[in-house]
């Protein structure tokens, strides 16, 4: 039995908003572009990089540096919207970071956290988040409960939501929610294991009625062709862009994808 990493970093929210993490001063205005705008009418692949320095899988990915400059690479290569993190437990990341780098681009930008009180949602609107995540599985392991009212909460504060899925039962189940754009997440929380078959076995037999967004373990150009083909309508890469040597020419690369 593995480890349940999703409790783990349940715990870890806990821990970060109980340590003041989230009591963030900021009134920052939001994006001015709609991502769900540019994924319908992007001619390329719309990539949703992640600026990340680690991860629980592969521990530290990147030295720590100013990530308004990997922000304003990512965007110079072709990036149309940026994914955040502020979680300080094993992703190193922090509210301050996110600042900085809405500071730094017009871009939509996520918050990417493990999201299970409002308080996390007031701070995403603080520093002018377009976007938050929320965890399907979080819910349906009832370790937070009532996701309607959580989304609700997050459009009533200017949100769209990102809700993410690992399986066929949260998918559907996330169906049922007014969430704005379905990810499917190619890696298995509970055993950090991916798979990116994760997302065709996921939209088969789907009639499209959300954007979905393909997450986790997207390294080639032939990675993003074959999710395409699966129904991915964008993809959010982070560890790939991360480690490249060359921020700008990496995103490039996948962008161009087709």
């Known amino acids: 039995m593995a480890e349940n990493i999703l409790r783990k970093l349940v715990n870890n929210s806990q821990i970060a908003i109980d340590d003041g993490v989230y009591e963030v001063e900021g009134d920052f205005e939001k994006s001015s572009k709609d991502f769900k705008?540019?994924?319908?009418?992007?001619?390329?692949?719309?990539?949703?990089?992640?600026?990340?320095?680690?991860?629980?899988s592969l521990g530290k990915i990147r030295t720590l540096t100013d990530p308004a400059s990997i922000a304003k690479r990512m965007v110079a290569g072709g990036a149309r919207a940026l994914s955040v993190l502020t979680q300080p437990?094993?992703?190193?990341?922090?509210?301050?970071?996110?600042?900085?780098?809405?500071s730094a681009v017009n871009v939509p930008l996520l918050m990417k956290d493990i999201m299970i009180d409002k308080i996390q949602i007031d701070a995403a609107r603080k520093m002018g988040a377009d976007y938050m995540l929320v965890i399907q599985s979080i819910f349906d392991q009832k370790f937070v409960s009532d996701i309607d009212g959580f989304i609700e909460y997050g459009h009533k504060q200017g949100l769209e939501i990102l809700l993410e899925v690992h399986t066929k039962d949260e998918f559907v189940n996330a169906l049922k929610t007014k969430a704005d754009i379905i990810g499917i997440n190619n890696r298995n929380l509970d055993t950090l294991e991916i798979d990116l078959k994760t997302t065709e076995l996921v939209l088969e037999g789907y009639e499209k009625s959300r954007i979905i967004l393909s997450e986790s373990g997207i390294n080639t150009v032939e990675d993003i062709q074959y999710l395409k083909k699966c129904g991915a309508d964008a993809f959010l890469i982070g560890s790939s862009i991360m480690k490249s040597d060359n921020i700008e020419e990496q995103v490039k690369k996948l962008v161009n994808a087709y």
Request: aromatic residues 12%; without cysteine.
């Open 89 to 102: 437990h094993l992703f190193q990341g922090s509210p301050q970071y996110f600042m900085k780098v809405r």
């Open 37 to 56: 705008q540019i994924i319908k009418t992007n001619q390329h692949a719309t990539l949703l990089t992640e600026i990340k320095f680690a991860s629980p």
